[in-house]
């Protein structure tokens, strides 16, 4: 004789398959938004945003830009204008670390990031940077598809390719005050320089049922 499958089981499994659909749905959608980063597709990034009014955006030391409008200035002053000749950004998201909720409504995710930059420097040679960091993203489920709710993106390194991080440290560190009309001081930048301390920031998400504003990008105990 078969056992019947119980309700609870059935909705067990329900569950873990709508989490494993959402984490996939999270990553191509994290992927897609590097892409547009990279080539400046500015557009394709503003139409991946929540459409609440508390959305957010930090990039390291540029300040807490808050809203449709201010997030959309700080993405527009860093991934907007036009492409010259030797331009480049070139970001890889590695180690993926996804929690969704148990209610299945939002989902926390971290991923470090590799990358390598050239700036355009007029008649002279472009000057190529190492570009390092982790961005942190709530996520929150809207009309049938996952979208960027808050977004963090934490600097680590910053700095001219032949002289490396250890030698210079020009870009990586600036008063922590509004640089934009829009924005707010940020909330944290620790990046790397010779004297400072690594403290794990961001942290690898936890498992969690409802989203709570609990400040977990900034969570210093890793037991939790």
């Known amino acids: ?4 499958i ?47 009014v508390d959305i957010s955006c930090e990039i390291a030391d540029e300040g807490l830009f808050q809203g449709r409008e201010g997030v959309k200035a700080i993405l527009n002053m860093v991934f907007g204008g036009e492409a ?4 480049m950004l070139d ?15 939002t989902a926390r995710g971290v991923w470090w990031i590799a990358g390598a930059a050239s700036v355009p420097m007029g008649s002279k040679d472009p000057q190529a940077l190492w570009v390092w960091g982790a961005v942190a993203v709530d996520f929150i489920w809207e009309e049938k598809e996952w979208k960027l709710w808050h977004v963090h993106y934490f600097r680590w390194i910053k700095c001219d390719y032949h002289k490396g991080w250890a030698d210079d440290t020009s870009l990586v560190n600036r008063p922590n005050t509004a640089m934009h009309p829009l924005s707010k001081p940020s909330t944290y930048h620790n990046p790397y320089t010779p004297l400072s301390i690594r ?3 961001p942290p690898c998400p936890r498992p969690y049922d409802t989203w709570t504003d ?11």
């Open 84 to 87: 010259e000749p030797g331009d």
């Open 199 to 201: 403290d794990g920031i």
């Open 1 to 4: 004789m078969t056992d019947k």
């Open 6 to 52: 119980s309700e609870e089981r059935k909705e067990r499994v329900f569950r873990s398959m709508k989490k494993l659909t959402a984490y996939r749905e999270i990553q191509n959608l994290m992927g897609r938004c590097a892409a547009a980063c990279n080539f400046k597709q500015v557009q394709k990034i503003y139409a991946y945003l929540s459409e609440r």
């Open 214 to 224: 609990d400040n977990w990008m900034l969570c210093r105990d890793k037991t939790k």
């Open 91 to 105: 970001i890889q998201l590695t180690s993926p670390m996804i929690e969704v909720a148990g209610d299945l409504q």
